[in-house]
């Protein structure tokens, strides 16, 4: 049996018919096609397959398809305008906030919902809303670096609010109805919240 689902991503109306079991990171690299969103563990631990979900960082592996009907995605390849990177991937970029760039589009979604939520956080903030985002490459230290950078040169409320592709902001929490469960490891908002990953809670050097 399928259900239907209609899911804005990046700006586009997806009309499908889904399996229940599909999970929303399935759906969008395999139906959508958009592969910048990574499988890491599909146990809800590495924040690779974060996408934001009304304007909201979710895992999407922790969502089922279904539970996304009605809603907007966002992707790292509709963080940009154009060929114009958003601040955040510039500052990723000059900052070398990445190597082998397995974990950089989660982090900078990631990045996105703490400033949405934060426009101006410090260091101890900034490690402690990527918590839920593993990189095995960077050290962690050049990250937290970009988000400083980004914030440095004023990645702007306006653009920040425009990933979120006309849905009038991100959605409150009265308003989540069955995707509550989506936002529920980070509690939605800044990614502070919700369960850590063993170990972290106590932030990274
Ligand atoms: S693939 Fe979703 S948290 Fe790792
Ligand atoms: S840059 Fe390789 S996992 Fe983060």
């Not at 399935?26 to 146990?43: Q, S």
Request: aromatic share 4%; charged share 20%.
């Amino acid at each position: 049996m399928k259900l239907p689902v209609s899911i804005t991503v990046n700006g586009r109306v997806w009309t499908q018919d889904v399996e229940p079991r599909l999970l929303l990171v399935h759906f969008i690299r395999e139906i959508a096609g958009l592969t910048g969103t990574k499988v890491g563990c599909d146990t809800s631990q590495c924040g690779a397959c974060t996408v934001l979900l009304d304007g909201m960082a979710v895992k999407a592996c922790t969502c089922l398809t279904v539970q996304a009907d009605g809603a907007s995605v966002t992707t790292i390849e509709g963080l940009a305008s154009g060929s114009a990177l958003h601040e955040l991937q510039e500052a990723f970029w000059e900052k070398h906030g990445l190597q082998c760039g397995f974990c950089t589009p989660g982090m900078v979604l990631a990045a996105y919902d703490l400033l949405r939520a934060n426009p101006s956080p410090g260091a101890t903030e900034i490690r402690h809303a990527l918590e839920g985002n593993l990189c095995r490459c960077t050290g962690y230290h050049n990250i937290v670096r970009a988000v400083q950078y980004a914030v440095s040169r004023g990645a702007p409320a306006a653009r920040l609010a425009g990933a979120e592709r006309g849905r009038g902001g991100p959605a409150s929490d009265g308003d989540r109805g069955p995707r509550r469960a989506c936002f529920a490891r980070w509690g939605g908002g800044g990614g502070s919240g919700g369960a850590k990953p063993p170990g972290l809670a106590g932030g990274r050097s």
